[in-house]
Every structure is written in structure tokens, then in C-alpha cells.
Nanobody, 124 residues
């Protein structure tokens, strides 16, 4: 059974930092893109950051414009991905989801596997 399990969410003041982690199991995700999406109340789920696999076992990072320079995604190994979030803003508050898929990393329908989500709350 494939599982993606997120951890690390919580409450932080604006300007603070949080680190999210995602552990995948049930199959190998070596060639999969592993990404983070987020969804705030009343809004659509949106792409945050991705680690996409390339030949030579190199993972490239991709970011939404809204988080560039503040968030850093890392692929710790084939099965784990982390998201370091710095300089958090109230508008970053959302449920953050880990996902694994192939193809265009910004497109939700390309992701086959999803975690249950972890809440990030940013107080102003």
C-alpha cells in the first residue's frame, strides 16, 4: 500500500520558519517528481515546489513565484522530500500536501499519490 505521510506543520508567527517533511512508502519513487502543494480555505489547491528527477539521478528544484527565495525543497532520498519555509507570511497559511507523480510538475492531475496534508498557520 502506497503512503505519503507529511509532518512538521504547526503555528508560527509571521517572519518565522517551519520545516515540512514527507516520507513515502509502498513503492520506489526514485524517478517520480515529489512536490508540495497547498490549499487555503475557499481556494484551489496550488503548486508550491517540486523536485523532479532527471537522468543521472539528479533532482532539480522548481518553485512557484510566490515562494521563490523563501522556501527551499530538498530530496533527501528517493522516498523523502522536505520543504524549508522561511520568512513566512500570513498568506502562506494553508494545508500543505505532499504528492508524487510524473510529467508537468505544476499540474495536479499528473500526481498519482497524495498525502493527507499538514496544517500550517501563520499569525500576523
Amino acid at each position: 500500500q502506497v503512503q505519503l505521510v507529511e509532518s512538521g506543520g504547526g503555528l508560527v508567527q509571521a517572519g518565522g520558519s517551519l520545516r515540512l517533511s514527507c516520507a513515502a512508502s509502498g513503492r520506489t519513487f526514485k524517478t517520480y517528481t515529489m512536490s508540495w502543494f497547498r490549499q487555503a480555505p475557499g481556494l484551489e489547491r496550488e503548486f508550491v515546489a517540486a523536485t523532479r528527477w532527471s537522468s543521472g539521478s539528479v533532482y532539480y528544484a522548481e518553485y512557484a513565484d510566490s515562494v521563490k527565495g523563501r522556501f527551499a525543497i530538498s530530496r533527501d532520498n528517493a522516498q523523502m522530500v522536505s520543504l524549508q519555509m522561511n520568512s513566512l507570511k500570513p498568506e502562506d497559511a494553508a494545508v500543505y500536501y505532499c504528492a508524487a507523480g510524473r510529467g508537468d510538475w505544476t499540474t495536479i492531475k499528473n500526481y498519482d499519490y497524495w498525502g493527507q496534508g499538514t496544517q500550517v498557520t501563520v499569525s500576523s
